[in-house]
């Protein structure tokens, strides 16, 4: 989808559709909104008396946020459709809000198959959105919600309904065109980054594996002008990445680790490092997981895309700050090779794991990308991974992703970003309790706790690598109930969330 700026009003400007907006209790609508209605009226012009009112008058439409209608313009205008879309309460608005109308209206518009849609900016001045956030957070809407993934779609090629070849961004106020131009431009640049880890997310496990995942991290970070190492088996073992090399040697798909680094020029400064767990697929190895539903463990290298997306967006933007992403990347199988429960294994930072469960994969290939991270002397390190199902048992699936730390100014920095991001992250505790819940009898820790706690013990198995000497602020966030959306609402489309994405470039650009 081309996005694009212009200095127009709604009203006369010419597209298969376009998009307006209205608060929940607004009985006359104001603004561009009304102005589409006064058009919409009877010749004589009067305000209040057009269809969009009288749809409001006759109760139709109430403005509820997310609600659509679809006015039919009989010539009045030159767009034959108005996609009306609900606002909510003007006191609730914010701009997670615009996201999601504006999701919803495109994904109207392209059920329709319409091919160019215009849309005002919704909410700008209101809310205490100003025009460059609102701009931003309407493009990101209208290219997050009408994102399909269509890699193995052979039979319904491009004249499938969804395919909008056209947004044109609408402001009538001359004096904003700079910042609604500045917002859509790093809007089309975040969205594109969600749905590039959306793709990712959604690949198939067969195609989509370490080395493949590798590849694509190389060829996406030539694109836009990071640096980027890949470490293979020789690598890691020479590094003695004890706890990536376990999990990957079950598997005919080597392991690896993959370094992005966003280093602009001139700028200096301890930087941020961002950590993603990457497991490709994830069956439980030798302690497997029950068949139903371990389909889904394709999704197991969400954390994974969310460094990649982001990592994306960050030289995109070109953000004068340091960052470096990590992305440990492996296939946890069943097999002649595979590690199994009783092995000890010996992590980069010399300590010894005794294997419990197998299942409990991802902490162990974050040990090894934890440790390694102390050698850059981080401002902050954060870590996603969708670590355990005890996480969505607490909070449930697609509401909110657990938040750990081991610093408080550094957990209301993330809480914060991930506020202004508009993903929901709840702070759960880092009690020293479940430390010792993973003490071992043969070795210095194991990698499981027992059915009590897991999301905590998890999270302190991953301390005991962060703790000590180059200890730095460390946030971990277990995104296991984010890994997919089961419906199309607002921005969201079933499949791949692209969760994490925002945060981690909202706190590159905030911290
Ligand atoms: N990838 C899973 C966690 C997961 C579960 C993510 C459900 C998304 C949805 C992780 O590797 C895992 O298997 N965790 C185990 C840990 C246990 C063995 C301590 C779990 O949660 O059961
Ligand atoms: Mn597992
Ligand atoms: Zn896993």
């Not at 131009?181 to 980054?193: K, V, Y």
């Not at 005890?390 to 909110?400: F, M, N, P, Q, Y």
């Amino acid at each position: 989808m081309n996005v694009s700026v212009h200095n127009k009003q709604i009203q006369a400007t010419a597209a298969d559709a376009i998009v307006v907006n209205l608060f929940e209790g607004v009985t006359r609508p104001g603004g561009a909104t009304g102005a589409v209605d006064t058009a919409l009226g009877s010749a004589d012009g009067i305000p209040g008396s057009g269809m969009i009112s009288r749809l409001i008058q006759l109760g139709d439409f109430k403005g509820r946020l997310n609600e659509v209608a679809v006015i039919y313009t009989q010539g009045l205008i030159p767009a034959p459709r108005v996609i009306l879309v609900g606002l909510g309460k003007s006191n609730e608005f914010s701009r997670d809000r615009v996201r999601q109308v504006s999701g919803t209206a495109f994904r109207k518009a392209a059920e329709l198959g319409c091919r160019t849609v215009a849309t005002i900016v919704h909410g700008a001045g209101v809310g205490g959105l100003d025009a460059r956030q609102a701009a931003e957070a309407t493009v990101e809407g209208a290219l997050l919600g009408t994102y399909s993934y269509r890699e193995y779609k052979t039979r319904d090629g491009e004249s499938t309904p969804g395919a909008i070849e056209t947004c044109l961004v609408v402001e009538y106020d001359a004096s904003k065109l700079a910042e609604v131009e500045a917002g859509a431009r790093s809007g089309a640049i975040l969205a594109r980054a969600i749905n590039a880890a959306r793709t990712l997310i959604n690949r198939p496990p067969n195609a989509l594996y370490p080395a493949a995942f590798a590849d694509e991290a190389q060829a996406m970070a030539a694109r836009v002008g990071l640096r980027c190492t890949v470490f293979a088996e020789k690598e890691l073992a020479e590094h003695r990445m004890g706890g990536i090399l376990a999990v990957g040697q079950g598997s005919q798909r080597p392991p690896r680790l993959v370094m992005l680094e966003h280093a602009p020029e001139g700028v200096e400064g301890a930087p941020l490092v961002f950590v993603g767990k990457g497991v490709t697929f994830d069956t439980g190895g030798v302690s497997i997981k029950p068949s139903d539903g371990m389909s889904s463990m394709k999704g197991d290298m969400s954390g994974a895309a969310a460094v990649f997306g982001a990592m994306q967006a960050i030289a995109e933007l070109k953000l004068p700050r340091r960052v470096i992403g990590l992305i440990p990347l492996a296939e946890n199988m069943p097999d002649g090779a595979a590690y199994r429960p009783g092995d000890v294994i010996s992590m980069m930072s010399g300590l010894k794991v005794e294997i419990i469960s197998t299942d409990a994969e991802g902490r162990m290939l974050l040990a090894d990308a934890l440790h390694y991270a102390k050698q850059f002397n981080p401002s902050g390190v954060i870590d996603l991974a969708t670590l355990t199902g005890a996480c969505v048992v607490a909070l449930g699936e697609g509401v909110a992703a657990g938040l750990f730390a081991n610093n408080e100014a550094w957990a209301e920095t993330v809480l914060r970003a991930a506020d202004a991001a508009g993903e929901r992250m709840w702070r759960l505790p880092l009690y020293r309790e479940y430390g010792e819940k993973i003490r071992s009898d043969s070795a210095d820790i194991k990698n499981t706790g027992d059915r009590n706690g897991g999301v905590g013990t998890s999270a302190y198995f991953l301390y005991r690598f962060v703790e000590g000497e180059g200890e730095y602020p460390w946030a971990h966030v277990d995104m296991a109930g984010m890994m997919f959306s089961k419906e199309n609402k607002g921005y969201q489309v079933k499949g791949g969330m692209g969760y994490g994405v925002r945060t981690l470039v909202e706190l590159a650009r905030q911290s």
